[in-house]
């Protein structure tokens, strides 16, 4: 597919041609998309009948990839919408945006009350480990106190992302040590979900401890990807790359 067949397949009446464009877009990192996912973003047609928006979650994801912060006004919008899955991927991009401004709506999902709807649940009304992770990427120091309640919750997932974003706010390595003892307590289903969050510390002396999950080589392979891009994150440049040989050797040897 080419680029410009994919812009044109996302204004196609055959809603999984617009699906699968926005994902390729996405995949592709392509500029030139974004006028069109941020307008994807608002589509109304491509509805399910438990009220989620299959096109929108692609459009919010891609523009989380590609970057651009045209699409910060757009998402942020999103994080109110009746649709658990696109909040979910509107805080992500938000944080992979580092879209600060997003802040005090991400915030205010964590305390929000009400019935959960589209898909969200009794424990789980909101996509808490979404919001967490955006709100440790974007160094929401604010945050803080919103953040340490859900250290006790029902949910190893949720306790999973709100250490990792207290980890990345605080840089403190109790956290860090508290994750992997969670980890190495969780079944192995749950083990490659909390890998990644692992990953998005970016502290590289758990990499061998994240080598030695029990959970299947291809999930520890994403984790440490994971892990060594969050670390670039926070290095000069050129980086020191020695550092992060002993990931890489790692990585080879689960290939």
């Not at 030139?32 to 459009?59: K, M």
Request: aromatic share 6%; proline share 7%; charged share 15%.
């Amino acid at each position: 597919m080419t680029v410009a067949e994919a812009l044109a397949q996302l204004q196609s009446p055959d809603l999984s041609q617009r699906y699968y464009a926005a994902w390729w877009l996405g995949r592709f990192r392509v500029k030139e998309a974004v006028p069109a996912l941020i307008l994807a973003l608002r589509d109304e047609s491509d509805r399910t009948e438990l009220g989620g928006y299959p096109l929108r979650r692609n459009a919010a994801r891609a523009l989380g990839q590609i970057g651009d912060p045209q699409a910060i006004p757009g998402l942020i919008a999103c994080l109110q919408v009746a649709d658990f899955q696109l909040r979910a991927a509107a805080a992500t991009a938000l944080g992979l945006l580092g879209a600060t401004a997003a802040i005090p709506d991400l915030v205010g999902l964590l305390t929000a009350a009400g019935e959960p709807s589209a898909l969200g649940t009794e424990a789980l009304p909101q996509p808490y480990p979404a919001i967490l992770l955006a709100l440790g990427r974007l160094k929401a120091q604010a945050a803080l106190p919103q953040i340490q309640p859900f250290l006790t919750h029902a949910l190893p997932r949720v306790r999973s992302a709100a250490l990792c974003a207290l980890y990345l706010l605080t840089q403190d390595s109790d956290y860090i040590q508290q994750l992997l003892h969670l980890i190495g307590r969780s079944e192995t289903r749950l083990q490659r979900v909390l890998l990644g969050d692992l990953g998005e510390t970016g502290y590289l002396p758990v990499a061998e401890a994240m080598a030695q999950a029990q959970a299947e080589p291809s999930f520890k392979l994403m984790g440490l990807h994971r892990l060594l891009g969050q670390w670039l994150t926070t290095q000069p440049q050129p980086p020191d790359w020695t550092a992060a040989a002993p990931v890489f050797a790692l990585m080879d040897r689960l290939l």
